[in-house]
């Protein structure tokens, strides 16, 4: 089969390798549609060491089964499905307790790092547990089901976030996660809104997607917001995050680029704020997809491109680049 094969760092190749081979509980299914993320992005160049080559990265993914194990019940070739990018083991005590995002045995799709190697979805096809699959709705495109997987992230970052309804709130990036997130906050009951980022083409973004206000960081005035969700992940951005709740407010960490961040440790004592971290997604995908189904989370202004896999090494430099009005790109093996 034809797969994207980052071969070095910063280098991808589309090779043939060897079609995946499925265990009893797998099934092997014919990819249909691969979106780019920020963090194959991010560790590309080897800067995050969760990207070593030679990897077939991808883990935002839809298609359709071509082949079930031995094992498998409830599913057969043709079923239309999407995936958690997270393969949790469904036995450790964590897994037992729901939280399988925080699984004692968490791969993630397209992954190669120091304990583990796993092949990922820029390819024709993908071997995945049947427990982590998902049904698509009828009607829902292969491409905005690629697009579940970010979705949940907002979501279960904002299911992390005590909200009350009519809350204030900061949304800190207004990237790919940050949209998504502003429409799982205004879906949620929040009130009013304010999106902060560098660019203003993603501020007028979000204000089309449900935010109040898109600011620049330096044209926020006021700073009591209730609530405030990160999804950046730089020292930057966590400082500004925990400086723009008012006291007794909650922060909610998403993004997860920088290893560390200063933490500003007297005025989250003093002010009593909590600080809450937020990982993956943990069992979002099947309201998501509904939602996104009837058109409750609108994806179709988050896509930027669709394009064949040969071309998969040109749209990573271009969003390596950061070339401007990119967010989504999805490619289709």
């Not at 019940?73 to 043709?78: C, E, K, L, Q």
């Not at 699984?103 to 995945?128: K, N, T």
């Not at 009591?224 to 730089?234: F, H, K, N, R």
Request: proline share 5%; net charge negative; with cysteine.
């Amino acid at each position: 089969m034809r797969a994207l094969v980052l071969t070095a760092y910063n280098r991808f190749e589309v090779l043939d390798v060897p079609r995946p081979e499925i265990g009893p509980d797998d099934v092997l299914v014919a990819v249909r549609a691969c979106g780019i993320c920020g963090s194959d992005v991010h560790g590309m160049d080897g800067s995050t060491g969760r990207r070593r080559p030679p990897i077939v990265m991808g883990h935002e993914a839809s298609g359709v089964i071509a082949e079930v194990g031995l094992g498998v019940d409830g599913w057969a070739p043709g079923d239309r499905v999407t995936f958690d990018s997270t393969i949790y083991c469904g036995a450790c005590r964590l897994c037992r307790a729901g939280r399988v995002n925080l699984c004692d045995a968490r791969r993630v799709l397209g992954v190669s790092c120091e304990e583990y190697r796993q092949q990922g979805a820029f390819a024709e096809y993908v071997a995945v547990p049947e427990r982590i699959l998902y049904r698509l709705p009828e009607g829902l495109s292969f491409e905005h089901a690629a697009m579940v997987e970010p979705i949940s992230i907002a979501f279960h970052a904002v299911r992390r976030t005590p909200l009350v309804l009519g809350a204030n709130a900061l949304v800190v990036g207004a990237g790919m996660i940050g949209l998504c997130v502003v429409q799982a906050l205004r879906a949620a009951g929040c009130g009013r809104i304010i999106a902060v980022d560098l660019d203003e083409a993603r501020l007028d973004l979000a204000r089309r997607l449900g935010a109040d206000e898109g600011v620049l960081p330096d044209q926020l005035d006021v700073r009591d917001a209730d609530l405030a969700i990160e999804c950046v992940g730089i020292p930057e951005t966590v400082s500004f995050a925990i400086a723009a709740v008012r006291k007794g407010g909650h922060v909610t960490l998403v993004g997860n680029v920088s290893p560390k961040a200063d933490l500003a440790l007297q005025a989250v004592v003093t002010r009593e704020l909590t600080l809450a971290g937020s990982c993956a997604s943990c069992l979002e995908y099947p309201a998501c997809l509904e939602m996104l189904a009837r058109g409750a989370i609108d994806v179709e202004p988050l896509l930027s491109a669709l394009a064949p896999l040969a071309e998969g090494a040109s749209w990573f430099d271009r969003l390596r680049r950061r070339e401007r009005g990119l967010l989504k790109v999805i490619l289709t093996p």
